[in-house]
């Protein structure tokens, strides 16, 4: 990669799967054709964290040398969660505020209302609530590949995908009500997979699974399975478009979790209640 160029779009890139997954450097080589890329990911894998800042975290930045295609990459590993990555690269790492924030590229999908449990997502909300364009990128692929590092993955498509755009992102003057987006490709997905702009379906698609132990002083985690109902399913949202479309979803999510009513209306409804 080039060095930092004051000409060049300033991108921090992150993850939730750790600093040596395989796709945080697919989405670092699809970047560097757009600006000068920080990668600041977490040390560990670090999935299901949300936009959460762990007392724990010990804030340790270590710099590292990573090799992609022939070239040296300088990049940081973070002691703490994917949202104090971001914070650590932009108020410790950056040279200037960034042109782009992008978390990704994830090993699966992020899909539907449980979002907000995305460590992927939560890195790139914490990047919008610094105001700069935010990017969440993540890759549909089996479940049991999730929290592994698999060679046989096939990121080409994704590649393509968070380059185009998050060169949109860096060349469109800022969107009303959208802070971020959230990008997900499907398996078997190549650039000419065609991409829509979707909502955020209500479904459950990530499904908590009793642990079943037999003692409550176990060690037995709550699991997850996904769960798949097409008749559920709204047609403009993200889980119809990724798995019943095979099509790329593009979500436009907003910081405002506010819901969207008429505040008056409803104050006046809940004062009128009995």
Known sequence: MAGPNSRRPQILLTNDDGIRARGLWAAAEALSSLGYVT???????????????????????????????????????????????????LLELMPQRPDLVVAGI??????????????????????????????????????EY???????????AAMHFTAVFGGLLLRSPALPDVDLLK????????????????????SKYY???????????????????????????????????????REVSVTPMSMDLTSRVDLGELEQRLRDTP
């Not at 990911?41 to 930045?61: F, I, K, N, T, W």
């Not at 190549?190 to 909502?199: G, K, L, S």
């Not at 709204?234 to 889980?239: A, G, H």
């Open 39 to 89: 990668v600041c990911a977490p040390r560990e894998q670090y999935s299901g964290a949300g936009r959460s800042m762990p007392h724990r975290s010990d804030g340790v930045l270590s710099e590292e040398q990573v090799t992609i295609h022939g070239l040296t990459w300088k990049v940081y590993a973070v002691g703490g969660s994917p949202a104090q990555a971001v914070q650590h690269g």
């Open 106 to 143: 994830n090993h699966g999908e992020n899909l539907t209302v449980s979002v907000t449990i995305s460590g992927t997502v939560g890195a790139a909300l914490e990047g919008a609530s610094f105001g700069v364009p935010a990017l969440a990128v993540s890759l549909e692929m089996p479940q």
């Open 207 to 245: 499904v908590p699974v009793s642990p079943g132990r037999e003692r409550l002083s176990d060690s037995a985690p709550v699991g997850y399975e996904i769960s798949l109902k097409p008749e559920e399913l709204e047609i403009d949202s993200d889980v119809h478009v990724v798995r019943m479309g």
């Open 183 to 202: 990008v997900d490709i499907p398996s078997g997905a190549t650039p000419q997979t065609p991409w829509r702009v979707t909502r955020l379906s209500r």
């Open 146 to 156: 999730s929290f592994r590092n698999a060679e046989d993955i096939d990121f080409s």
